[in-house]
């Protein structure tokens, strides 16, 4: 009689995989994400939650005019920020240090579901730091009375999400003034610091936001390290050089969120 041996998916069916990195470049993140995604889809890994923070780039949406950004792409890689293309709905953003960007990789059901959970989870954090935030009706994004403190970006393919969401911490919010952020024109940004005046919240703020998303989509969080991470994707290793580990198709645009056709690509974002 031979015996069936259970998958890593199967052993953790109802967990969240979450693996806080270090700064991580936003190529090497993308690459990361589509590794997990694969393994989602192939039913090899439980859902996963990818914490860390950017060094200072413009992601550039399917969306994305020139006019959001006026400067030009030279200018702003001569202030020492990248300029990247992504595969995400929505238009330009800018992630940097100071500000938690946090990747689900899940298999989802209805997607604007999952996209208000994320709202939710955002919300609840915020207001475990004494925050009253929101996700208003008609307004993308999580808000902090009459500025944005979080955005979210998610794509969906086959079921399984990428990209997600980023809520600023203590980082420079000067660089979102360069740009029409998310097709934001004149659109206030604010931070955990500005809303608080506390410092050093990135580490508190990066558990409270790992536990509120496992609590809202009914999972039990386990902390997971890059290594095995890697090892439940087969041993390929990231970028030493480039990440620094913490240790331990086309789209209809229905107000404001990206919808794919058929059985393709679906994307919701809310930037």
Same mark, same amino acid.
Not at 94 to 123: D, K, N, S
Not at 160 to 173: E, K, S
């Given at each position: 009689?031979?015996?069936?041996?259970?998958?890593?998916?199967?052993?953790?069916?109802?967990?969240?995989?979450?693996?806080?990195?270090?700064?991580?470049?936003?190529?090497?993140?993308?690459?990361?994400?589509?590794?997990?995604?694969?393994?989602?889809?192939?039913?090899?890994?439980?859902?996963?939650?990818?914490?860390? %923070?950017?060094?200072?780039?413009?992601?550039?949406?399917?969306?994305?005019?020139?006019?959001?950004?006026?400067?030009?792409?030279?200018?702003?890689?001569?202030?020492?920020?990248?300029?990247?293309?992504?595969?995400?709905?929505?238009?330009? &953003?800018?992630?940097?240090?100071?500000?938690?960007?946090?990747?689900?990789?899940?298999?989802?059901?209805?997607?604007?579901?999952?996209?208000?959970?994320? %709202?939710?989870?955002?919300?609840?954090?915020?207001?475990?730091?004494?925050?009253?935030?929101?996700?208003? +009706?008609?307004?993308?994004?999580?808000?902090?009375?009459?500025?944005?403190?979080?955005?979210?970006?998610?794509?969906?393919? /086959?079921?399984?999400? &990428?990209?997600?969401?980023?809520?600023?911490?203590?980082?420079?919010?000067?660089?979102?003034?360069?740009? !029409?952020?998310?097709?934001?024109?004149? %659109?206030?940004?604010?931070?955990?610091? +500005? %809303?608080?005046?506390?410092?050093?919240?990135?580490?508190?703020?990066?558990?409270?936001?790992?536990?509120?998303?496992?609590? &809202?989509?009914?999972?039990?969080?386990?902390?997971?390290?890059?290594?095995?991470?890697?090892?439940?994707?087969?041993?390929?290793?990231?970028?030493?050089?480039?990440?620094?580990?913490?240790?331990? +198709?086309?789209?209809?645009? !229905?107000?404001?969120?990206? &919808?794919?056709?058929?059985?393709?690509?679906?994307?919701?974002? /809310?930037?």
């Amino acid at each position: 009689m031979s015996l069936s041996i259970p998958t890593t998916a199967e052993r953790s069916r109802d967990e969240l995989w979450v693996v806080r990195l270090g700064r991580v470049p936003y190529g090497e993140a993308v690459t990361l994400q589509h590794r997990i995604r694969d393994a989602r889809q192939a039913g090899a890994v439980p859902d996963v939650l990818l914490l860390l %923070e950017h060094e200072p780039v413009y992601t550039k949406g399917r969306r994305t005019e020139p006019a959001d950004l006026p400067m030009g792409e030279d200018w702003y890689r001569m202030q020492g920020i990248a300029v990247e293309e992504s595969d995400r709905g929505g238009r330009v &953003t800018y992630h940097g240090p100071g500000q938690l960007v946090g990747y689900p990789i899940m298999r989802v059901g209805e997607v604007p579901a999952y996209v208000h959970g994320l %709202e939710t989870a955002m919300v609840a954090a915020l207001g475990d730091e004494g925050v009253e935030a929101a996700a208003p +009706k008609g307004r993308t994004g999580v808000w902090a009375g009459e500025a944005k403190i979080g955005s979210i970006g998610v794509h969906v393919s /086959r079921g399984v999400t &990428t990209h997600g969401f980023a809520v600023n911490v203590d980082g420079d919010l000067q660089p979102f003034s360069w740009v !029409v952020a998310c097709g934001g024109e004149g %659109e206030r940004v604010t931070s955990l610091l +500005k %809303e608080t005046g506390r410092t050093g919240s990135m580490p508190c703020f990066s558990k409270r936001v790992a536990w509120r998303t496992a609590q &809202t989509f009914g999972l039990r969080q386990r902390l997971v390290s890059t290594q095995r991470l890697l090892a439940a994707l087969g041993h390929q290793p990231l970028s030493t050089d480039s990440v620094v580990y913490e240790k331990g +198709k086309d789209a209809l645009v !229905v107000g404001g969120i990206e &919808t794919g056709r058929d059985a393709g690509p679906v994307e919701r974002i /809310r930037a």
